[in-house]
């Protein structure tokens, strides 16, 4: 299972956008976490790859939205108006399983993951 690599993170004020991207070759399904210190890491989003199915985490509903480059190789977490709370560390990645609408995958299921970029949002 080839590895997922992250860009895009920085820093930016609060108010604004962000566009983080994951590059990976092959995926059943892609999926979006952050983890600040001493917290657990956090799902985001994730996607399937016929791009169909797009489940958002409740948190970040109406801010966040992932997407998907047409040579399907990348996949982008768009986030905007960006909070302090935001400030994390923000890892993609893939499981082998096929996630299915309604239904979504645990922490556990996905295997491969990045090293992380880095998101600070100042106030």
């Known amino acids: 299972q080839p590895q997922p690599v992250e860009s895009g993170g920085g820093l930016v004020q609060a108010g604004g956008s962000l566009r983080l991207s994951c590059t990976v070759l092959?995926?059943?399904?892609l999926g979006w976490f952050r983890q600040s210190p001493g917290k657990e890491r956090e799902f985001l989003a994730a996607?399937?790859?016929?791009?169909?199915?797009?489940p958002v985490a409740d948190s970040v509903q109406g801010r966040f939205k992932i997407s998907r480059s047409s040579t399907k190789t990348t996949v982008y977490l768009q986030m905007n108006d960006l909070k302090p709370e935001d400030t994390a560390l923000y890892y993609c990645?893939?499981?082998?399983?096929?996630?299915?609408?309604?239904?979504?995958?645990?922490?556990?299921?996905?295997?491969?993951w990045g090293q992380g970029t880095q998101v600070t949002v100042s106030s």
């Open positions: 996607m399937n790859w016929r791009g169909d199915i797009r």
């Open positions: 990645a893939t499981s082998l399983r096929f996630l299915q609408r309604g239904q979504p995958l645990g922490l556990r299921d996905y295997t491969s």
């Open positions: 092959d995926f059943n399904t």
